[in-house]
């Protein structure tokens, strides 16, 4: 099969386009033919080997010393179940499903083997393949660190890189859940997240938000790059504040893809695309994902053709 192999750390060109095996199922494992997946932040950061000074070794004992070790990146993806292991009894061959595989990785590739007791689900029925792809990683995220700060209908919230993967799912899922949002983003994005639900938004680039006489009751980092000292003034007593960037990882599971595909097939919940790349081109997609100013997702089309 065809994939996208990181061979070293470094910038997007050690991403190469190689034959490799394609994976066969053990006893509890699906194969999944990949239709879309997606270039993260996450995806840039292992490839480039980003770590703060402090936890060099340790991320390089993680990720792997000269190399990631495991070298076909990507976390999110959306397919077509083609195989199933003996044991297999959560799925069918056919089943059109959503995946996310997290460390694991191998989603820039044709197929890819996972549990079927991974955080793997049936893909909305409204969804298109790039559209479910574009879903798992910024909406489980969000869910993750709601789940965290408790919130609540009523609260006010604000969500800092409203306009990113994480951050348009965040809106969207505070929206659904009755909190009155204001978030932060640029000017350019206004319009994008006051459409997924938010009540106001601030123009970092002209005001920080910091300076408010404004106090929430739940400030969501979903970039990383604020701390809570930052913050402390506009948080309300007893106020939470969350961020994205911090050694955990966020727990998810199977039923939270469940609980998104019912909030899309209502139309709660969308996925926000930003561009499109076909397989061959990942290293520019790579490219554009650090300029930071992509809006939502950068999906990835592995089989262009599939029928929807």
Known sequence: MRAIVCTKYGTPEVLELKDVMKPVPKDHEIQIKVYATTVTTGDCRIRSFTSPFLLWLPMRIVLGFTKPRNPILGVELAGEVEALGKKVKRFQVGDQVYALSGMRCGA????????????????????????????????????????KGNIRAGMKVLIYGASGSVGTAAVQLASYLGAEITGVCSGRN???????????VIDYTEEDFTARAEKFDIIFDAIGKRSKSDCTKVLAPNGKFLTVNGLGIAKVSADDLVF?????????????????????????????????????????????????
Not at 124 to 145: C, D, I, Q, S, V
Not at 190 to 200: F, T
Not at 267 to 273: D, L, R, T
């Open 190 to 200: 206004a319009d994008l997240v006051k459409s997924l639900g938010a009540e106001h």
């Open 108 to 147: 820039h590739a044709e197929y890819i083997c996972m549990s079927e007791h991974a955080v793997v689900a049936l893909k909305p029925n409204n969804a298109t393949y790039e559209e479910a792809a574009a879903l798992p990683f910024g909406g489980t995220t969000a869910l993750h660190f709601f789940r």
């Open 260 to 308: 998104l595909k019912e909030l899309m097939e209502k139309g709660e919940m969308k996925a926000v695309i930003d561009r499109r790349y076909t397989l061959e081109q990942v290293p520019e997609a790579h490219r554009y994902v650090e300029t930071g100013r992509k809006r939502g997702n950068v999906v990835v089309h592995v089989y262009p053709k599939y029928k929807e």
